[in-house]
Structures are given as structure tokens and as C-alpha cells.
């Protein structure tokens, strides 16, 4: 009995990889365009002098540093601690 199902095990599992494929190799949106294409409105939206983008940057860091500083100064306020 046990060698009829290994055997019918083994015959089932030689006719699952006999019967796989595999299907051709998509490509992108473009058909057959693989090399991708700038839109002309892409890079409209960035800062467009160093000094823009070092104020934004620095008003960053500065927000970034001020918030906890004053989240602090708040509680110890509150607590009295100050």
C-alpha cells in the first residue's frame, strides 16, 4: 500500500515540473522603451538658487531643534520645576 501512494506521489510530482513554463519577459509602459524619459515640468518645483535652499534647510534644522527645546521648557514650566 505505501509503495502504490509513494508511487503515485512520485508520478504526480514528475508530471507538475514536466508541465510548468514560464511566460515571455514584460516590459515597461512604454512598449519597448526601456531607458526612462524626463518629463519637461519634472524639476519645476525645486529651488532654483543656493540661497533658497540653504534657508529651507536651515529653518529646518532650526524647527527641529527649537520644538524639543521648548516641549521641555513647557513641562518643566508645568511642573513648577522652573
Known sequence: MN???????????????????????????????YEYLHAARMYSDQPKSKLTCGAAIFGGVAAALYIPYFAVQFSLKKAGLK
Not at 503515485?8 to 515597461?28: D, L, N, W, Y
Request: hydrophobic content about 40%.
Open 3 to 33: 509503495a502504490a501512494v509513494a508511487r503515485a506521489a512520485a508520478r504526480t510530482a514528475s508530471q507538475a515540473s514536466r508541465s510548468m513554463h514560464t511566460t515571455a519577459v514584460r516590459q515597461g509602459g512604454h512598449g519597448g522603451d
